[in-house]
């Protein structure tokens, strides 16, 4: 009988929610700014709202198969970056960070 060592993805889960949070509270502030000059920054600012709620969602699915979820979060980071560019930018870094740890952690 082989021992296989479990690994608690606990961490992973609550750094993308609060990377998800970040990125959230960011892209509504684009959204905002954006309703004041033009449309594209709108859409760009719902693309990241989009990306940040997938990152959330992705970070809890880590529990269940945690290289799908690492994979949804690195393009949750990247669709949240595209988004909100500079703004986003923290919540996208832990968004990728978390997305890298489920990758790579055993």
């Given at each position: 009988m082989r021992?296989?060592?479990s690994v608690y993805r606990?961490?992973?889960?609550?750094?993308?929610?609060i990377g998800g949070i970040i990125a959230f509270a960011a892209s509504s502030f684009v959204v905002f700014i954006g309703s004041f000059t033009?449309?594209?920054t709108i859409s760009l600012g719902t693309i990241s709202?989009?990306?940040?709620v997938i990152?959330?969602?992705?970070?809890?699915?880590?529990?269940?198969?945690?290289?799908?979820?690492?994979?949804?979060l690195i393009i949750?980071?990247?669709l949240v970056?595209?988004?909100?560019s500079i703004f986003g930018l923290v919540g996208a870094i832990l968004?990728?960070?978390?997305?890298?740890?489920?990758l790579f952690r055993n």
């Open positions: 021992y296989t060592k606990g961490f992973e889960a609550i750094l993308a929610t033009q449309a594209l709202i989009i990306g940040s990152g959330i969602i992705a970070g809890w699915y880590s529990f269940k198969d945690s290289k799908v979820a690492g994979v949804i949750a980071a990247i970056l595209f988004g909100s968004i990728l960070i978390a997305g890298i740890l489920d």
